[in-house]
């Protein structure tokens, strides 16, 4: 899991921090101001110009074109003082950019001795490492700028919400301020690895402790078909058998007598009750009577897997919500298939409006290289995710686990 996300965004937040470096404005600190550059030797004749003389000549090309604005230039909205230095400093840049108009010119200039060279060189270093220290990202900028992590957050199945998240973290901590251009990869690095944290920030539960102390505990399983919730129902059984719990199963899927075949046969491998009637039956009433063995045998948990609704199949749904009025179900387990991403979250959001969801188990996280639902399915419901389906037997059940998921994405 997370292995394509992590290079992709890898890539673009490389590309972002780089960005940030090269067109955020400069911004002088007062007390630099007070540094002067070393004096430059009065022009010879000489040949072509070392890389050096190009360099030296630079700010004395810059303090002249900082006073006479070019003619053409667009008239700038008055700003304050600490942003027109900064403005400057900018046209600065553009300026050391045009190095075709003011070549010649330095062309006449002389190679320095060696050892001035090195000296003026270093001063020079010296004075520019100063003044570009701090560095101040605009808003705007930001946005231009977050638009390839964007599209790897993206490419990646991360939820809108979660990336206007993401983006207002980073922005709130880049924009409109002076930052150090030497922290601003940690800075990136640290306010994201805060966010993402965020993301999980859900109350969360231990569904073993809970099934230790409510008899029987009642937990109905739903999702839609194909996304792993019979496989899951079953990893589940093996979990609470091996904990010493005991449990019944209610094939509530009436809708698809292949799925009380699926359900028999898992049933039996595990050795635990099936409670099931016919091929369209009433669901609830399977439901019902699994509960009520459960009370007479005195089990501890009674799962019930419910049909694989589609959230557009309106019958459907109303039968899915006879099932949780009569179960009354103390836990409404909702089974999304992590590599379906986005589906995965609108399904829980869905779900979640229609019975209302008490936590996530994400299947089929072995083979989702992306872990865009991972990471947001639990921001956009506010339900917690109990495990993480990791394979096709009984044991490929993970708890899930903040500090593994931000280890997996390297923060
Ligand atoms: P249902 O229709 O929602 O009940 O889905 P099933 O439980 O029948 O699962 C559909 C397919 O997904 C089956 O082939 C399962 O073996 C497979 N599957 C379920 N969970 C996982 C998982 O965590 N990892 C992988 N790789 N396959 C899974």
Redesign the pocket.
């Known amino acids: 899991m997370f292995n394509f996300l992590k290079k992709t965004v890898d890539k673009a937040l490389g590309k972002f921090k780089r960005d940030i470096e090269e067109k955020a404005e400069l911004v002088e600190e007062q007390a630099e101001e007070t540094e002067k550059p070393p004096k430059a030797d009065p022009p010879k004749k000489t040949e072509a110009p070392s890389e050096a003389t190009k360099e030296q000549a630079e700010p004395e090309k810059k303090e002249t074109v900082r006073k006479e604005p070019q003619a053409g230039e667009k008239a700038k909205p008055p700003v304050s003082a600490p942003q027109q230095k900064s403005t400057e400093k900018e046209e600065h840049q553009e300026k050391k950019t045009e190095e075709p108009a003011a070549t010649p010119v330095r062309k006449e200039t002389v190679s320095p001795a060696p050892e001035r060279e090195t000296k003026q060189k270093k001063g020079l270093f010296g004075l520019l490492r100063e003044k570009v220290t701090k560095i101040q990202l605009s808003e705007d900028k930001f946005n231009d700028l977050f638009w390839d992590l964007e599209v790897a957050l993206l490419e990646n199945n991360v939820a809108l919400e979660v990336i206007e998240k993401i983006k207002y973290d980073l922005k709130e901590e880049l924009t409109n301020k002076p930052l150090s251009r030497k922290n601003i990869q940690d800075i990136i690095a640290q306010t994201l690895k805060q966010s993402i944290q965020e993301l999980f920030a859900v109350a969360t539960f231990d569904l073993v402790e809970l099934a230790k102390e409510k008899k029987p505990l009642v937990i109905a399983v739903i ?12 990893k589940l059984v093996h979990l609470f058998e091996k904990n010493n719990l005991h449990c019944v199963v209610a094939a509530s ?1 009436t809708f698809r007598a292949a ?1 009380i075949q ?1 359900l028999e046969a898992h049933t039996q491998k595990l050795g635990v009750k099936l409670i099931k009637n016919d091929y369209k039956s009433d669901p609830a009433a399977v439901a019902f009577d699994a509960i009520e063995h459960a009370k007479a045998k005195k089990l501890d948990v009674v799962l019930i ?1 419910t049909a ?1 609704r589609l959230h557009s199949n309106n019958n459907l749904m109303e039968e899915l919500k006879k099932v949780i009025r009569v179960g009354k179900p103390d836990l409404k387990l909702f ?1 999304g298939e992590s590599i379906t991403g986005n589906d995965c979250v609108e399904q829980a959001k869905v779900f979640d409006e229609l019975v209302g969801i008490d936590a996530i188990i994400l ?5 989702d290289e992306k872990g865009g639902a991972a990471l947001s399915v639990s921001y956009v419901t506010k339900k917690p995710i109990l495990y ?5 037997t009984y044991d ?1 059940l993970e708890a899930f686990d903040k500090k593994t998921i931000m280890e997996r994405l390297g923060l």
């Open positions: 999702g839609v078909n194909g996304s792993g919730k019979t496989t899951t129902l079953a899927d799925a699926q897997d694989g089974v299947s089929k996280a072995d083979v993480l389906g990791t394979g096709q490929d």
